[in-house]
């Protein structure tokens, strides 16, 4: 990123800074500022998390209370295996990835092909078109009625109702990056493929599609984690007819009849959490540079 | 980028045409070059799956549509009498809306606090802003069941501060009418924060050095620096962190069921929560009323937020 190129201002205070002065405060706020961070660290994240890995460690009895205490004797790996065949989570995860890939593809597609359309072509009706393409960025889903659609369409349920509804929710997303992003590409490479004798369909798959890399993939890593951590929709369409990572948590979670098994549900969130997790530490800097760069500017 | 530099191809002003189909000519018009039919499949979903649902909501809120009815007739506005009859549409669009208000405001302060510590590209701080975004990543359904974990009577945040004060400490921090939506509002903000953090840290890198330096020379402090200079300048970052934390906290389900599930006594009921559940009674065009409402809300609230946040932006450059 573009951290080393900028000057620093806190560096430029610093050493333009009379003598004294950075005698007297550069050993304080040597250590002051690592200490508050680590601080900040521990009480924001390192309780909470602390306490999901010792509850998850635990047995039913030791964890009724969930707390920050060292279980007796550690169980994680027994709990793992309790959540993987109670809560189904092998059919979870295939089932989560059944309807986020080609939710995620469908959108991608179909995003950029409408982007480029709605990028090149200038009149009222497009204008149109792609005001109501991106509203659903700010306009929440019909949740209700939907379901109600799919039930005449014969789709309730089913795991291509649950990937119309996410590709509708979140085709806004991509036509809104992506027509942004087409504008900036010059027609003049499309003209030189033209004049190849390139039609709409090569020039689009061949020369657009491929400078949409960067853009595409900012929204997929968005769009992914909606539609992966999403239980809310997923409730309404597919609940109790396909198993989805946050589903079975949510019934694992509310199974309990008296007492939540906390032991259970913490192992449970472990779990699921980490496909993502293990893909946000490999590819962190691209993640964080995508999803930074068309906000601020 | 070696396009720009290629002479642009000049093309004849009248295209032939009886030269089209299969045999590719450079000089077509531009109408065929983006055809209108790449916009049908995506027109397509974006119809039968959000723009005709919404329609309905318009439709059904006015109707008796339940499961226990086998058919569907209209009632008018009788949902909506019945509704604020029982003072719920009001309750729960105040509470929505109050959510949304504290999380959009919270989100942001945690956020530009983390960014402003960890703006140094040191070793620590890049581990620190790695952690901090971790909560974002995780599903929120799982962030809520942690903190009801943690916030219950005799749980982790109670025990740590009977340490820190020396008694016993049993505050029930999800079991208050009054405090308990700020309490879920905060845990909103903390499962956010890390995305408005990186989006601050942006913004505060694109503020220019000798626009700095300037202010040091003419003796500005840091908080007077920050406070007339940085935060102004970080307009277009407050405008993205507050819209997407306004939109999806009115939005909000996942952290309030797994942690108040709507309670004590309905004081955490956000219009998805009460959808949710009446939609489960089998009173669909109840959980219909509301969805409506919530999409009104919506509408009414987020292009003024959006558009008087754009303003500010202009006013700067």
């Known amino acids: ?230 239980v809310f929709y997923a409730l309404f369409v597919v609940g109790g007819r396909l198993d989805t990572l946050p589903l079975n948590l949510y019934q694992v979670a509310s199974s309990g009849l008296y007492l939540q098994n906390w032991h259970l549900i913490f192992a449970y969130v472990i779990l699921m959490s980490l496909p993502l997790l293990l893909t946000f530490v490999v590819m962190q800097r691209k993640i964080i540079a995508g999803i930074t760069s068309g906000a601020v500017k | 980028m070696t396009a720009q530099l290629t002479p642009r191809r000049t093309r004849p002003s009248h295209p032939d045409p009886a030269i089209t189909g299969s045999v590719p000519t450079p000089g077509r018009a531009r109408r065929q070059d983006h055809p209108l039919w790449f916009l049908i499949p995506a027109l397509a979903v974006l119809v039968v799956f959000f723009f005709i649902p919404t329609l309905f909501n318009f439709v059904y809120a006015f109707t008796n549509w339940s499961s226990f009815h086998s058919d569907i007739q209209f009632v008018g506005g009788d949902n ?48 620190a802003r790695t952690a901090f975004f971790v909560p974002v990543v995780m599903s929120a359904l799982a962030v809520g069941y942690i903190f009801q974990a943690l916030l219950k009577p005799e749980g982790g945040l109670n025990a740590i501060l009977g340490f820190f004060l020396g008694h016993e400490v049993t505050i029930a921090w999800l079991g208050s009418t009054t405090w308990t939506l700020l309490v879920v509002a905060i845990i909103h903000a ?16 694109t503020i220019p050095g000798d626009v700095l330096e300037a202010a040091r020379i003419d003796g500005s402090g840091w908080w007077s620096t920050f406070r007339s200079i940085r935060f102004p300048l970080l307009a277009p970052a407050v405008t993205f962190n507050v819209a997407t934390a306004l939109l999806g906290s009115m939005n909000g389900f996942d952290i309030v069921q797994a942690t108040t599930a709507g309670g004590p006594g309905g004081s955490t009921e956000l219009l998805n929560i009460f959808i949710f559940r009446t939609f489960g009674q089998g009173l669909f065009a109840q959980a219909t009323t509301m969805s409506l409402s919530l999409f009104v809300m919506v509408t009414l609230l987020a292009f003024p937020v959006i558009y008087f946040l754009r303003k500010r932006e202009d006013v700067l450059s």
């Open chain 2, 190 to 205: 903390w499962k956010w924060m890390g995305l408005s953090m990186l989006i601050y840290l942006a913004g505060l890198k």
């Open chain 1, 1 to 230: 990123m573009t951290v080393t190129d900028l000057p620093l201002p806190a560096d430029q205070r610093r050493r333009s800074a009379p003598e004294t002065q950075l005698r007297r405060r550069r050993p304080v706020s040597h250590w002051l500022q690592p200490t508050i961070v680590v601080l900040l660290v521990v009480a924001l994240l390192g309780v909470p998390f602390w306490m999901v890995v010792v509850t998850a460690g635990k047995d039913q009895a030791e964890a009724l209370n969930p707390n920050l205490s060292l279980p007796s004797h550690w169980q994680l790996l027994e709990n793992f295996g309790t959540v993987l065949t109670q809560g189904r989570m092998v059919p979870a995860f295939l089932g989560s990835m059944l309807v986020m890939v080609p939710s995620v593809l469908g959108v991608l597609i179909l995003g950029s092909m409408a982007s480029w359309v709605l990028a090149r072509r200038k009149s009222r009706l497009i204008s149109v078109v792609y005001a109501l393409g991106i509203s659903g960025i700010v306009l929440p889903p019909a949740v209700v009625t939907i379901v109600l659609l799919l039930r005449q369409l014969g789709l309730a349920g089913t795991a291509v109702g649950m990937i119309g509804v996410y590709m509708g929710m979140y085709l806004s997303t991509v036509i809104f990056f992506v027509t942004g992003f087409v504008r900036t590409i010059p027609v003049e490479l499309e003209e030189a493929a033209r004049v190849d004798g390139a039609g709409p369909v090569r020039v689009f798959a061949r020369i657009i599609l491929p400078l949409l890399g960067p853009t595409l993939a900012t929204a997929t890593i968005l769009i992914c984690l909606y539609i992966w951590n999403d």
């Open chain 2, 80 to 127: 909506f009498t019945a509704l604020l009859q029982n003072g719920t549409l009001l309750a729960d669009l105040r509470t929505t809306l109050i959510y949304a208000v504290l999380v959009a405001i919270l989100q942001n302060l945690f956020g530009l606090v983390l960014a402003l510590v960890l703006e140094a590209d040191t070793r620590i701080n890049r581990i």
